[in-house]
Nanobody, 120 residues
């Protein structure tokens, strides 16, 4: 069984930085996509960033490019999101997601989220 636990959320002022971490426990039997999403209460969860464990290709939502960096540490079993130059509209709960890559599997898991508050 795979379990994800996020940490690193908190309160910062506009322009500040935070580093979110997601610890992955359990065994991933395939290459995976590891992602960060965020959600504001009452709105849909939106994609922020992704990294695949095979080719290590990163992808980002347009509005976070050049400010956020996603990374995967195989030995520490973590996926992190470095967020710089934060904006008030990025106040949200941030979630970590791991999805195994087909054709190996389609299993996916989500963490419980960590809250980020950016004040103006």
């Amino acid at each position: 069984q795979v379990h994800l636990e996020e940490s690193g959320g908190g309160s910062v002022q506009t322009g500040g930085s935070l580093r979110l971490s997601c610890v992955i426990s359990g065994r991933l039997v395939c290459h995976s996509d590891m992602s960060w999403y965020r959600q504001v209460a009452g709105k849909e969860r939106e994609f922020v960033a992704n990294i695949d464990t095979k080719d290590r290709i990163q992808s980002y939502a347009d509005d976070v490019k050049d400010r956020f960096t996603i990374a995967h540490n195989l030995f520490e079993k973590t996926v992190t999101l470095q967020m710089n130059h934060l904006k008030p509209e990025e106040t949200a709960t941030y979630f970590c997601k791991v999805r195994l890559r087909p054709p190996c599997s389609r299993d996916e898991w989500w963490g419980q989220g960590t809250k980020v508050n950016v004040s103006s």
